[in-house]
């Protein structure tokens, strides 16, 4: 036997024998010793864990990937729409370069092309899609994995919530079955299928990274109003909207819809996928769509309260245990919260028996019900637990801001203590007006702000309407005076803002 063949099988046998030894010390390491100590860790064999995935997940793709089609929408846009599109056009200078007489080229209509994704939900040839992808179009064309073509109708389509409804005349279609996205959780596996940037069907996977997330928290640019979105770290691309977010099983869970890009959400527009996206959960969409195939338009729930987030310093005002619940700012003179007695300050905690994470998520429950439905409300007022019942009107397309009456003005001076460095003035109907504010606006206006104050620092502004302090009404500056005459180094202010009311707490240094 040569001297390289016995030098190999001697290393294979020590090596052996070293595996036997070191698996008998990590057994021992991994049980109880006699005296009772607990084990340094726990094996997954001992913990009776198994690998739960598969070698490939082709079965569940090859199945849903059908379903999945692609969208190219072509919208004509008007020669008065492009009119004052280019600012330059007003500047003589530049215009001089167009033509002998100075005179601006004649703008023409042209046709703007736009691609998306879409998910046929039956086999009828409905499809499940955004509303950015439809949105304006003049011709919608459907194509198939297998290539097929078709010219799509749109049935209906919902801005607030970025979902349309199409409908291609063809029969015996693959289609995806619907999941329940409540039930979807974070860490579940989840893929996205799509045509990103036009290149062809492609599928991608993640995770479910958070459930009930909105963008206006990360800075949106255009899309949905009620947000409730599934985050996944799915790779979505411009081209992936109106696209399929299935879990594991092949469920449809979401409809992908945006993208952040360096700390913008985008629906569709530009960029690439940095792990960050966002669908439109299968449940809101699949309520949406039956409306819209039902009546052609959605219908909501309305309370006509203004509802604000809960940090550190509004629960310690407010005598809150957490930051949980929705804390309401404004509260609309004869709609259905006033009249089931709700108040501004009150904090909603529950909703119909189910707790109450934040406004967000208390809005999403709202506008998922008919109009006429009574719901049951929990809420704290100054500490105490109160009960409301409110039959829901129908929300308006656009809420207007109701305001009460207001005194005579006269010069302000600076606040001190905590609002040190603020100075107001009592509001005329006159500064209402430039604020969009009705002339009947109670309170006083912000007339400065110093920059390095703690006022400025909890995001008080020039222009802000100041209308209670610690929860006490201010009609004019010398209410105003007076309650910070009185206030200590944390001061509550009820702030109005071009009409939407927040509260704010401001802490002196």
């Not at 011709?139 to 097929?148: A, I, P, Q, T």
């Amino acid at each position: 036997m040569s001297k390289v063949v016995q030098f190999r099988r001697t290393t294979a046998i020590l090596t052996l024998v070293a595996a036997s030894i070191g698996g008998g010390l990590i057994a021992a390491f991994a049980v109880s010793s006699k005296s009772g100590a607990p084990p340094l860790y726990t094996t997954a064999s001992a913990a009776g864990y198994t690998n739960p995935l598969p070698g490939s997940f082709a079965d569940v793709i090859s199945h849903a990937t059908p379903a999945v089609v692609n969208i190219s929408s072509t919208r004509i846009i008007k020669a008065s729409e492009q009119e004052g599109q280019n600012p330059m056009m007003s500047d003589p200078f530049f215009r001089q370069f167009f033509g002998g007489n100075g005179r601006m080229p004649k703008q023409r209509d042209h046709k703007e092309g736009s691609l998306g994704s879409g998910v046929i939900i039956n086999s009828e040839g409905y499809i499940l899609t955004n509303n950015h992808v439809v949105d304006k179009a003049s011709e919608v064309k459907v194509m198939l994995l297998d290539k097929r073509e078709f010219t799509a109708k749109i049935i209906g389509t919902d801005p607030q919530t970025d979902v349309a409804v199409l409908k291609i005349d063809a029969k015996d279609l693959p289609s995806l079955v619907l999941g329940d996205s409540a039930k979807s959780q974070i860490g579940d596996l989840c893929f996205a299928i799509g045509n990103p940037f036009g290149v062809g069907q492609t599928v991608t996977m993640g995770i479910v990274s958070a459930k009930g997330r909105a963008l206006d928290s990360v800075g949106r640019n255009g899309g949905a109003l009620f947000e409730d979105f599934i985050q996944t770290d799915a790779a979505i691309n411009p081209g992936n909207s109106g696209g399929a977010l299935i879990n594991a099983r092949g469920e449809l869970i979401g409809i992908n819809t945006a993208i952040l890009t360096g700390g913008n959400s985008m629906m569709g527009g530009e960029g690439g996928n940095i792990g960050i996206g966002f669908a439109v959960p299968v449940n809101m969409a699949r309520q949406v769509m039956d409306q819209l195939v039902k009546n052609g338009k959605v219908t909501r729930g309305y309370m006509g309260a203004y509802l604000q987030p809960i940090n550190d310093k509004l629960a310690q005002q407010f005598g809150l245990k957490d930051e949980r619940g929705a804390l309401v700012a404004k509260v609309e003179p004869g709609k259905p919260a006033d009249k089931a007695g709700i108040k501004v300050g009150d904090v909603i905690v529950g909703f119909n028996g189910q707790p109450v994470e934040s406004p967000n998520a208390l809005t999403v429950e709202v506008v998922q019900q008919a109009p006429g439905a009574t719901v049951t409300l929990d809420a704290v007022r100054d500490g105490k637990p109160m009960k409301f019942s409110v039959t829901l009107g129908s929300r308006p397309t656009d809420g207007g801001a109701v305001n009460d009456d207001s005194n005579p003005s006269t010069k302000g001076e600076n606040a001190s203590g905590a609002l040190q460095g603020v100075q107001v003035e009592n509001l005329t109907p006159d500064v209402a007006q430039q604020l969009q504010l009705p002339s009947s606006t109670k309170g006083v206006v912000v007339s400065s702000v110093d920059e390095s104050s703690p006022a400025a620092e909890a995001g008080l502004q020039q222009g802000d309407v100041i209308q209670s302090v610690n929860k006490q009404a201010v009609n004019n500056e010398s209410d105003f005076n007076h309650l910070m005459s009185k206030a200590g180094k944390s001061v509550l202010l009820l702030v109005n803002r071009g009409g939407r009311t927040v509260f704010m707490v401001v802490e002196s240094k």
